[in-house]
């Protein structure tokens, strides 16, 4: 068991406390009995076209490319086109979407009583690649301001994890030394090598762990108790 020995821990929102992947999912699924021009289309093929593109444009955007309206704006509409549906429903596609993702928000399994556990005994912080206005209603929702000594939104810093620049300003914003710092993260590229390249000790969740990032990371686990144990809680 690996020991980790931090003085501050900032953890990563989507899919390490939230479960943004199964909201995503149960959105789309709302999406597809909403609208009756999905009648011929499986729903499965919605998700998969949804996430093609979306996987896509969130990658111009990291680079830079597309700013957060264009975004928004692509993933229903480049969808719809693909999925030989009239595009015009784009708009409304997409604030339907968002209501219904926001009903779907809850914990990750066992996360909750961990991270309740964890800031108890340690200062905690979070650190979230995302839009500002969607992440903020989760942390209101999420009682996280409670707990949370700093809140990093990739969207007001500028930069997308894993840029170095969004784990340098996480660091000034607490004084502590670069080796005192844990992140924990469920994502190889953004979480586990960018904090690494940071300084960072990395705890990574992950339940299909690469060799790569085992090599990388201070502790891997795919359960809260196996965190828990590894930082004295
Ligand atoms: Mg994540």
Redesign the pocket.
Known sequence: MSELNPEFIYF?????LLDHKKAEQAGLADVHQHFDVFKNIERQQLIDTYHHINKGLWEEYGRGEIDRHILHRRRFEETFVELGIDATLYEEAGKVYMNYYRNHWEWVDGAKVAFDAIAEKYPVGIITNGFAETQWLKIDQFGFKETARQIVISEEVGVMKPHPKIFDHSTELIGIERDQILYV???LT??VKGGKAAGWQVAWFSKHPSKEGEELADLVFDEFDTLLNALSV
């Open positions: 990563d929102l989507d899919d390490t993260g469920d994502s953004s979480d």
